[in-house]
């Protein structure tokens, strides 16, 4: 099979904001890269990668 990327949102607040898809997939066994740490429930996926030093270098998204 081919390898596939799902992208889904952490929604805009807490855990009760989050689909159960979402949470789903935070908790499940594939790797999860987070565009940032700085979120409620980024919690929610301890082993991920987070992209917080690759914003934090550019002074916009387009340097991003």
């Not at 799902?6 to 855990?15: Q, S």
């Not at 594939?30 to 919690?43: E, F, K, S």
């Amino acid at each position: 099979p081919r390898p596939q990327v799902v992208i889904a949102g952490l929604g805009p607040g807490g855990v009760e904001d989050l689909t159960s898809a979402t949470e789903a997939l935070l908790e499940g066994p594939n790797p999860v890269i987070l565009r940032t740490r700085r979120h409620p429930t980024a919690d929610r996926a301890p082993g991920a990668v987070a992209c917080d030093d690759l914003y934090d270098l550019g002074h916009d998204l387009d340097q991003v």
